[in-house]
């Protein structure tokens, strides 16, 4: 079985063990933050990884690198590199990377989410943290994992 699918099934399987604990231990309320926590934060390190993904495509399009020769590194290298000043430009990279479209709507479900929890006075702050823990610490766990893998298989 291909090393996405077991992460996606671990994934899946950490959800609905974490949700059995949450609904246990605050019944039906906590089930729902968590699982509101979980699904929106998850929304928005998918969003951040599409965004962040399309700006570096664009970038290695724009800026072809080209080899260059050993001479051209060695006086690179004895050049000072001057001291990094405020650049507009970078501001802007910034800016255009907050403000994509998916991230900006995953962002908007988040509180869109939280808003509803409060207003129907069901809102539990540590079900709705443990989704978003869970969710942040699912994806970079199982991303070492994919890592690891790749990398025995390469050798």
């Known amino acids: 079985m291909n090393c996405k699918y077991r992460c996606l099934i671990i994934f899946i399987i950490v959800n609905i063990a974490f949700s059995i604990v949450c609904s246990v231990l605050w ?14 934060f998850l929304l928005v390190i998918f969003s951040t990884y599409i965004s962040l993904q399309k700006k570096l495509k664009k970038e290695l399009k724009e800026n072809q690198l080209e080899t260059s020769s050993d001479d051209t590194i060695q006086e690179n290298d004895n050049k000072k590199k001057p001291k990094t000043r405020f650049n507009f430009s ?66």
Do not use: D, H, W
């Open 27 to 40: 019944k039906a309320n906590g089930l729902i933050n968590f699982q509101i926590g979980f699904f929106s």
């Open 90 to 155: 970078t501001l802007l990279l910034g800016m255009q990377l907050s403000m994509g479209i998916f991230r900006i709507l995953a962002y908007l479900i988040l509180i869109f989410g939280i808003t509803m929890l409060m207003n129907k006075n069901i809102f539990l702050a540590i079900p709705y943290i443990m989704g978003i823990m869970i969710s942040l610490v699912g994806v970079v766990g199982l991303k070492l994992l994919l890592e690891k893998t790749k990398n025995k298989s390469n050798l």
